[in-house]
Nanobody, 125 residues
Framework: VQLQASGGGLVQAGGSLRLSCAAS????????VGWFRQAPGKEREFVAVISRSGGTTYYADSVNYRLTIFRDNAKNTVFLQMNSLKPKDTAVYYC???????????????????WGQGTQVTVSS
């Protein structure tokens, strides 16, 4: 499966963005999908994950209640709605797909086999 992330940009603190991760190549509902981010000089970190059906989600503590992951399997797309953005949310955001179980994907970044190219999110203070 090929993944294409988009929707990043420059936004003021307190603003919102919606990221999209469009998939092609295989049935998208076959995959658990996660969002990750990497800030300059820092390691990549987990942000959120969604199950194949979209019925189960899990978030990093640092983003809980501000970010929402959801998917539209009919459109082969996973979204990350980001509200109340903070300067510390500035990073390149990546989507990734896993063929493993949701439980494994929730616990381990190594579960993700397919990665998109990333989209830059910059939050100004």
């Amino acid at each position: 499966v090929q993944l294409q992330a988009s929707g990043g940009g420059l936004v003021q603190a307190g603003g919102s963005l919606r990221l999209s991760c469009a998939a092609s190549g295989r049935t998208f509902s076959d995959y658990v999908v996660g969002w990750f981010r990497q800030a300059p000089g820092k390691e990549r970190e987990f942000v959120a994950v969604i199950s194949r059906s979209g019925g189960t989600t899990y978030y990093a503590d640092s983003v809980n209640y501000r970010l929402t992951i959801f998917r539209d399997n009919a459109k082969n797309t996973v979204f990350l709605q980001m509200n109340s953005l903070k300067p510390k949310d500035t990073a390149v955001y990546y989507c990734a797909a896993a063929e493993t179980s949701y439980a494994v994907a929730q616990r381990s970044t190594a579960a993700y086999k397919y990665w998109g190219q990333g989209t830059q999110v910059t939050v100004s203070s």
